[in-house]
């Protein structure tokens, strides 16, 4: 069998097989499943389609996503830091009045 494998530039969920001249696009997702159990679906085959299109390949490919600035990092670093040191008391307060009124009810109910 005359096969020929092309992966697609930064994207591991699909290749493209060229089987005799004709294009298909193999989809390489696997399930929770098949990662717990592999040798359950080791007959099973795999989702394959034929390509009609020839553009498609081009559709497949992944754009590159603009890189977040290390400015930009640490900037929402300071803010977690500053909003995590202004709700700590009050999340602590709550926490102590819950449980204060959860111990008297276990108290003034005889358990």
Not at 24 to 29: A, V
Not at 48 to 58: D, S, Y
Not at 60 to 84: D, N, P, R
Request: charged share 20%.
């Amino acid at each position: 069998m005359n096969c020929e494998v092309q992966h697609l530039a930064e994207n591991i969920r699909y290749r493209i097989l060229i089987i005799y001249g004709e294009q298909y696009i193999l989809d390489m997702e696997r399930f929770f499943w098949e990662i717990i159990f592999p040798f359950l679906f080791c007959t099973l085959p795999s989702p394959i389609f034929k390509v009609e299109n020839q553009g498609i390949e081009e559709k497949l490919k992944v754009t590159k996503k603009e890189k977040v600035s290390s400015g930009q990092v640490i900037m929402w670093g300071v803010i977690a830091v500053v909003l995590g040191k202004f709700f700590t008391p009050l999340v602590v307060k709550l926490l102590q009045l819950y449980h204060n009124n959860y111990y008297k009810e276990k108290i003034s109910s005889g358990y």
